[in-house]
């Protein structure tokens, strides 16, 4: 004989709905496929200017709190001579956070998270990642002009 499930009243399927969406509020909403698109072809800078360039930009619509963004940046070494510079993002044309690159010729991994908040009411919101030399060889090199800096980004999270 099969089993028959007693049907729960609805104050009792109320209070489930409720739990169910107390926990995901809880959790939050994430969603990793922001996409941030390189300015150059190659996503390297390789210019002498004392500018930053632009390296990695997107524009988005802020309907959440926050957005999480992880950086990988890299110097060069041409000969022996290292390359090393400064980073920096910039959220609608302010610079909302920044670093160095070390002339080492190694990476850093910049792990930043920046509050939307103040963003909410806008329709867009440009992120840009920024970078420019400021140590290293000024000739030679793939393209001339010495070492370069490169970037991509790790992961961009809206949450």
């Known amino acids: 004989m099969p089993k028959v499930q007693r049907q729960l009243d609805f104050l009792q399927r109320?209070?489930?709905?409720?739990?169910?969406?107390?926990?995901?509020?809880?959790?939050?909403?994430?969603?990793?496929?922001?996409p941030l698109f390189p300015t150059s072809q190659r996503g390297l800078v390789y210019e002498d200017a004392t500018s930053f360039l632009t390296l990695w930009e997107t524009i988005l619509t802020p309907r959440t709190a926050t957005?999480?963004?992880?950086?990988?940046?890299?110097g060069d070494v041409v000969g022996t001579t290292?390359?090393?510079?400064?980073?920096?993002?910039?959220?609608?044309?302010?610079?909302?956070?920044?670093?160095?690159?070390?002339a080492t010729f190694s990476y850093v991994l910049p792990a930043l998270s920046f509050d939307l908040t103040p963003y909410r009411a806008q329709t867009s919101l440009?992120?840009?990642?920024?970078?420019?030399?400021?140590?290293?060889?000024?000739?030679?090199?793939?393209?001339?002009?010495?070492?370069c800096i490169g970037g991509a980004p790790r992961y961009a999270r809206l949450l």
Do not use: F
């Not at 109320?14 to 922001?34: H, K, P, T």
């Not at 957005?67 to 890299?74: P, R």
């Open 14 to 34: 109320l209070a489930a709905l409720e739990e169910q969406v107390a926990a995901a509020a809880r959790a939050g909403w994430e969603r990793d496929e922001l």
């Open 67 to 74: 957005l999480q963004l992880g950086l990988v940046l890299l």
């Open 82 to 102: 290292n390359t090393g510079g400064e980073w920096q993002v910039l959220l609608d044309g302010v610079v909302s956070a920044n670093g160095t690159v070390p």
């Open 126 to 147: 440009k992120v840009q990642v920024q970078v420019r030399r400021t140590a290293g060889a000024t000739t030679g090199g793939k393209y001339g002009s010495g070492g």
